[in-house]
């Protein structure tokens, strides 16, 4: 291959707790895995197949820093979720060897621009512009596995302004982590350096300029942004 038309941008990469940095290549997010959320939202909250989008690597702020209230939309939602970091890839994999694909884990903002995605789903065009805008996804330090172990149970929670206003435990995940990865691994190979949005429990709401956020999971860490 011959020299770059220009220079390559730096490969997006998020903070790992005790030092160094997690090389982002994809992020994945599953939809409505959180029966109370599946239903505030209008959806199913039994166990149908999960169902997947994306962001695209560059969408992260990570190191607490502030976010961009993005343009074209009067209706900005915060989703706090458990974010999974994958270091080893592979196809079909079984649930029951998943845990051995993940690095770590980390907590994480879905910010959702609600008005497009609500525009899509009536007309049936995809989500893309309501997900995987700029600055869509904050994201705290990744905690290795070795540190947090495979968190099954746990309270998870978003504050905006001081005030609680998401509120669940992990434990009521609809599709469990090793499943995710192997629902999602069925449908793409996945690779070193995929993070995976797990899903948000129930109380979504909209952000102004000036909110401040802080979601914490227990056993996992907390991530901060400043809408801006």
């Not at 997947?52 to 209230?69: E, I, N, Q, Y």
Request: hydrophobic share 40%; charged share 20%.
């Amino acid at each position: 291959m011959g020299d770059y038309v220009f220079n390559p941008a730096p490969r997006p990469a998020a903070p790992v707790e005790g030092g160094g940095f997690f090389p982002v290549r994809r992020i994945f997010c599953v939809g409505q895995n959180y029966a109370a959320h599946a239903r505030e939202m209008g959806g199913d909250p039994s166990r149908e197949p999960p169902f997947f989008f994306s962001k695209p690597a560059d969408a992260l702020v990570t190191g607490g820093a502030d976010t961009p209230f993005p343009s074209l939309t009067q209706n900005l939602h915060h989703e706090i979720e458990l974010v999974v970091a994958i270091d080893k890839g592979g196809a079909n994999i079984p649930a029951a060897r998943a845990e051995n694909h993940v690095h770590g884990y980390a907590a994480g903002l879905d910010l959702t621009r609600r008005d497009l995605q609500a525009e899509a789903r009536k007309t049936g065009k995809p989500w893309d512009m309501s997900k995987g805008f700029d600055n869509s996804a904050p994201l705290g330090l990744i905690r290795p596995a070795e540190k947090t172990g495979h968190p099954k149970a746990g309270r998870i929670s978003l504050k905006v302004n001081g005030v609680v206003t998401q509120e669940g435990d992990l434990a009521d995940l609809i599709w469990s982590v090793p499943e995710i990865i192997a629902a999602l691994s069925a449908y793409v190979a996945l690779a070193p350096g995929d993070l995976i949005f797990t899903g948000t429990p129930s109380g979504v709401g909209p952000l102004e300029r000036g909110d401040v956020l802080l979601g914490k999971i227990e056993g996992v860490g907390e991530v901060r942004t400043k809408v801006v």
